[in-house]
């Protein structure tokens, strides 16, 4: 609870959101540890890299998430540690919305890839293959 509290108060600079997702990473992998589920786990062990990757996106790109996180976080420890898993589930399920939400709103503004561009243009040919443009 004092790291988090440390850096919810520092200001937001980009050194400390990194930190600040350093320890909400080693937070949920604590969590799925604490569950005792070696499959759940697993699961996440294998996600790790894409959800590091989906973190770093966020950070770049919605900076203010990242200390939103921290007081989800906060909410969900705090829920744990006073023995409500009622409250900690409800602080979960508002977690992983609000981040999936954030997620979506990147995604959303992120420019779009022209494919149909890349598929209208004709390829080049070789010199001297004057067939090659031709349907076969």
């Known amino acids: ?30 969590m799925f540890k604490a569950t005792g589920n070696r499959y759940l786990l697993l699961l996440y ?21 990242v200390a939103q996180t921290i007081d989800e976080h906060l909410t969900v420890l705090r ?14 399920d508002t977690h992983l919305r609000n981040g999936f939400e954030a997620r979506m709103k990147i995604f959303a503004e992120l420019p779009r890839l022209r494919i149909s561009s890349v598929v209208d243009e004709p390829s080049p040919t070789p010199a001297g293959d004057a067939h090659a443009n031709e349907e076969r």
């Open 1 to 30: 609870i004092e790291r988090f509290e440390d850096l919810r108060h520092r200001p937001k600079a980009p050194e400390v959101l990194r930190q600040a997702q350093e320890l909400g990473d080693r937070f949920h992998l604590e």
């Open 45 to 65: 062990e294998r996600l790790h890299l894409k959800i590091r990757i989906s973190l770093r996106m966020t950070r770049e790109h919605r900076p203010q998430r």
């Open 79 to 92: 829920a744990i540690l006073n023995r409500s898993p009622l409250d900690a589930q409800q602080a979960i």
